[in-house]
């Protein structure tokens, strides 16, 4: 009999005695290489994205082919050619450390596959679906790598999502965790890597935390995303024993002429070190992994507006990347949300 279009080859899961669950991390994606040629197609696919500019899209197409993808892709590159590793983008590596160690972590809790999509670029949460179920999984658990919640970030990944299990004849059971911005394991996880850097390399006047920014008119129209960095920002206030004084929060990375979360990273750093601050740490707890925005964008970019304004050191807190906090913090997150599927009993 012919197949049919949706057919997903000899190895579909129906046939797999060795059902297993899923967890599949999402992160936000990264160009193949540090040049203009690679990071237009990624460019292209993630400001493409309705839920990353919401403009109509006849008018948003005309200013992004024909004005933004002539100009960004080679401003981009250089950024990028910045922080690239001989191992490649860091956020591609420092992901794939993450979900290996994820992996590992709940091993003794059942046949679990651990896998890694990314939201923009390869592989795909597309490819990665169709894969686990040639694997065997049955149940699958997605966990987008963005703590706070946003339809910029989350919202689009749940696209991709429902997009690729369209695609499927027989697809998995899913649960989705949308948010993890104000869980304890996640919060302490913060506190305890902030703690160790103040233990190793001094404590900074002022704590700055820098969330990525989206425009004010996606919360004005329901976007949580506002709302959940402040909590986060005074949940770490409180573990970490500090007062409004002593921890600022602002949010960086904003583009175009529309007003976009405020304070401003960059604005806000100035000014800190205008009025006399010489020393300011800043983490970034929206980001899972570092990448372009935490290695470029505020440990360069940002450090040297500080010490241009009269300031004399701009330290970045590493993100959790793959420590051993994230891990257990993941891992208690992904057992959480999974209570109930055969897989977890042990």
Same mark, same amino acid.
């Given at each position: ?10 190895d579909? /899961?129906?046939? $797999?005695? =060795? ?7 999402v ?16 460019l ?18 005309? #200013?992004?082919?024909?004005v #933004?993808?002539?100009? *960004? ?5 250089? %950024?990028?050619?910045? #922080? ?6 860091p ?6 450390a993450?979900a ?9 809790h ?7 999509a990314m *939201? @923009?670029?390869?592989?795909? +949460? ?5 894969q ?17 919640? =946003? ?5 689009? +990944?749940?696209? %991709?999502?429902?997009d ?6 027989w ?14 394991a996640?919060i302490?996880?913060? %506190?305890?890597? #902030? ?18 920014g989206i ?9 949580p995303y506002? %709302? ?12 970490l ?8 929060? !602002? ?11 405020k304070? @401003? !990273? $960059?604005v806000t750093v ?6 006399g601050?010489?020393?300011? $740490?800043?983490?970034?707890?929206g980001?899972?992994?570092d990448?372009?925005? !935490?290695?470029?964008?505020?440990a360069?970019?940002?450090a040297?507006?500080?010490?241009? /304004?009269?300031?004399?050191?701009l330290?970045?807190?590493?993100a959790?990347? $793959? ?21 977890f009993?042990?």
């Amino acid at each position: 009999m012919p197949h049919s279009p949706d057919y997903t080859g000899p190895d579909d /899961a129906s046939h $797999d005695p =060795s059902v297993q669950a899923g967890v599949l991390l999402v992160n936000l994606g990264t160009p193949e290489a540090p040049t203009a040629r690679a990071v237009r197609p990624y460019l292209a696919q993630f400001l493409g994205d309705q839920r990353v500019i919401d403009y109509p899209r006849w008018l948003w197409w005309l #200013i992004l082919h024909g004005v #933004i993808l002539r100009v *960004r892709p080679s401003r981009s590159a250089h %950024a990028y050619q910045r #922080i690239w590793t001989p191992q490649g983008s860091p956020l591609r590596v420092g992901s794939e450390a993450l979900a290996a160690r994820l992996q590992e972590a709940l091993r003794p809790h059942g046949p679990i596959r651990v896998a890694l999509a990314m *939201r @923009y670029g390869q592989p795909s +949460v597309q490819r990665q679906i169709e894969q686990l179920q040639r694997e065997g999984v049955r149940r699958l658990l997605v966990l987008p790598l963005y703590p706070q919640y =946003s339809a910029t970030s989350t919202g689009s +990944v749940i696209d %991709a999502v429902a997009d690729a299990m369209k695609s499927l004849r027989w697809p998995p059971e899913l649960r989705l965790i949308n948010d993890y911005h104000d869980d304890p394991a996640h919060i302490d996880a913060l %506190a305890r890597s #902030i703690e160790r850097w103040w233990a190793s390399h001094g404590r900074g006047e002022k704590l700055l935390l820098s969330f990525h920014g989206i425009p004010e008119r996606y919360v004005r129209l329901g976007d949580p995303y506002a %709302a959940q960095c402040q909590a986060t920002a005074e949940a770490l206030r409180q573990r970490l024993g500090l007062d409004e004084r002593e921890l600022l929060v !602002t949010f960086q990375s904003r583009v175009g002429r529309e007003q976009w979360l405020k304070p @401003y !990273t $960059d604005v806000t750093v100035r000014e800190l070190a205008a009025s006399g601050i010489k020393r300011l $740490d800043v983490a970034c707890p929206g980001f899972a992994v570092d990448c372009l925005e !935490t290695l470029e964008e505020i440990a360069m970019q940002n450090a040297e507006f500080f010490r241009e /304004a009269g300031g004399e050191a701009l330290r970045y807190i590493p993100a959790l990347n $793959d420590s051993p906090d994230q891990v257990d913090s993941l891992a208690q997150l992904v057992l959480r949300h999974a209570g109930g599927w055969p897989e977890f009993s042990a």
